[in-house]
């Protein structure tokens, strides 16, 4: 009994050592983390809508020959609020019942834009540059281009419209039509000089706003504010 135990014992570290054999002794492999890789942001510049934009008090031609004209945008402000008063529109008397008591009676109305809005004055000089009258532009072909949007100007009531603080009248007045083209005579002294309103958001930036115009046919200017 005593050799089969002795067997018995060698026979089971045979096992041992023959399966110790087959056991790797190399260390373990480390499961790989992928290390995300965050790609660089390209930023793409805003693209500019006139990058040949004319400046403020810089003409613009439209025309040919002896029929040619100069236009230009010269000068802009920003109002929260205007008055205006008008002897065709209403009467001072009309005006001051029309106004808040303890309010100083000038006669005046007040235009308030809706909320978060200005009053974008814009002021349009052009000129006959030729020999013979001109078909000037009219205030309909002058709209404000700002961040993808277009602005029509807004009419004041009439010709004999006085608004508070600000001189000269409405430019499409200068040429004899309210609302509509007109001809300009040769010479300096019939040059059409006046103001445009019209009403845009308040929080705007002078360098990305623009004044377009259609001057004629053939001819585009547009100015840029800032």
């Known amino acids: 009994m005593k050799f089969i135990s002795i067997i018995a014992v060698f026979g089971v570290l045979f096992f041992v050592f023959l399966f110790s054999g087959c056991t790797s002794t190399s ?74 008591p303890l309010e100083i009676q000038r006669g005046y109305i007040i235009e308030i834009p809706q909320e978060g809005n200005v009053f974008l004055f ?13 078909y000037a532009p009219s205030a309909n072909q002058f709209v404000v281009f700002m961040n993808g949007t277009v602005y029509n100007y807004s009419s004041v009531e009439s010709s004999d ?45 002078p360098d990305t706003t623009y004044v377009v115009s259609n001057l004629d046919y053939q001819n585009k200017a547009v100015w840029k504010l800032g």
């Open 27 to 100: 260390p373990p492999v480390q499961p790989q983390t992928s290390v995300p890789t965050t790609a660089a942001a390209i930023v793409s510049p805003t693209a500019v809508p006139f990058p040949n934009a004319l400046a403020l008090n810089e003409y613009a031609t439209f025309g040919s020959g002896t029929d040619q004209g100069k236009a230009t945008v010269y000068w802009y402000e920003a109002k929260p609020n205007y008055n205006w008063t008008s002897p065709s529109w209403k009467s001072p008397r009309e005006q001051a019942a029309g106004s808040q």
């Open 122 to 134: 814009i002021y349009v000089r052009v000129l006959n540059a030729g020999n013979n009258a001109i």
């Open 161 to 205: 419209v006085t608004i508070d603080k600000v001189t000269g009248i409405q430019y499409d007045y200068q040429i004899g039509r309210g609302g509509t083209g007109g001809y300009i005579q040769p010479g300096e002294s019939n040059t059409a000089d006046g103001y445009l309103i019209y009403e845009i958001p308040a929080q705007f930036s």
